[in-house]
């Protein structure tokens, strides 16, 4: 399936970039320097410190519970593909600054599916659950994470929607949720999942989120989880159907070549993925091109000769 530019540039997202080491002020002053914004001291709630740019949209820079000392959460605005860069700027500045990424630090992209039907959240839900293994090996997702804040995928939830025939987002909605105490509530616990559907129902968002990034200072790495996020939901909204048979099981041996053909089904092809490739790429054994090594004999040869 190919994507087009022009789905990409107009599919929305935003980001929340979580950091120690640098206050929320330092962080606000450090993005109204890169946007050309004015920042401003709103001492309410977690919205502490506001940025707003030149064009009206507006930055929040606010505190998290889950961080320790010094630190800030900085949540962009909504954005298109067209400010990648901006972004990217925004994260060097900040790196720059003092912010610090460890295994406290998370990086969550929220990508806009206002437009979406029941069918494109079925399908998205089965495309993630499918591949889920190997997307959390790719993005080096931390085990702690996975243990908290970044849940699998329930199988449970798979197969309810699995067996909808004419599903509505009320009946999706119900299955997420499984009977939760809690589902209006913001922070609702069916949220803390790698693929967290919880604003589709609530807060007026209209987003599915992706909260199994790690947090980084690494621009490309920003730009990388951003263009997956796209990609994954594109696919979801264009494909007839998708199938969560078969969960893909993650191998060692021919890691980096499932991930290429599952990036190439995305269509991340050409020099406009180039930088989410390699990033992806870089945690993962195997190689890219082979499925289980090389069948030139290459690989025996140069074992051979030592």
């Not at 400010?83 to 990086?107: H, M």
């Not at 913001?186 to 604003?199: I, S």
Request: glycine residues 8%.
């Amino acid at each position: 399936m190919t994507i087009t530019e022009a789905e990409m540039a107009s599919r929305t997202f935003g980001c929340e970039l979580e950091y120690e080491g640098i206050s929320q002020e330092r962080a606000a002053k450090t993005v109204a320097e890169v946007t050309g914004g004015t920042a401003r001291f709103e001492g309410y709630h977690l919205h502490n410190w506001t940025v707003t740019m030149p064009d009206g949209r507006k930055w929040q820079v606010v505190s998290d519970g889950s961080l320790c000392g010094t630190s800030a959460e900085v949540v962009t605005p909504i954005m298109t593909v067209a400010d990648l860069e901006t972004l990217q700027q925004v994260v060097r500045a900040l790196r720059r600054k003092g912010a610090k990424a460890n295994s406290r630090t998370g990086l969550h992209v929220h990508v806009g599916a206002a437009d979406f039907t029941a069918e494109n959240v079925k399908n998205l839900v089965k495309t993630f659950y499918k591949q889920e293994e190997l997307i959390l090996k790719a993005a080096g997702t931390l085990q702690s994470r996975i243990d908290s804040y970044t849940r699998k995928t329930d199988h449970g939830f798979v197969d309810k929607i699995c067996a909808m025939r004419n599903p509505t987002m009320a009946k999706i909605g119900d299955a997420y949720y499984g009977g939760c105490y809690d589902r209006h509530s913001h922070y609702c616990r069916a949220r803390y999942r790698a693929l967290n559907l919880h604003n589709l129902w609530n807060g007026g968002k209209h987003t599915v989120e992706y909260r199994f990034f790690n947090g980084t200072t690494h621009a490309g790495e920003v730009k990388t989880a951003v263009q997956l996020a796209l990609l994954i939901a594109l696919r979801a909204k264009n494909a007839k159907a998708s199938s969560a048979k078969n969960p893909r099981p993650y191998s060692e041996a021919s890691a980096k070549y499932d991930l290429r053909v599952f990036l190439l089904r995305l269509g991340a092809n050409g020099n406009l993925f180039k930088t989410m490739r390699h990033h992806l790429c870089k945690n993962l054994p195997g190689s890219a091109a082979w499925k289980d090594g090389r069948h030139d004999g290459r690989n025996a040869r140069t074992e051979a000769n030592g």
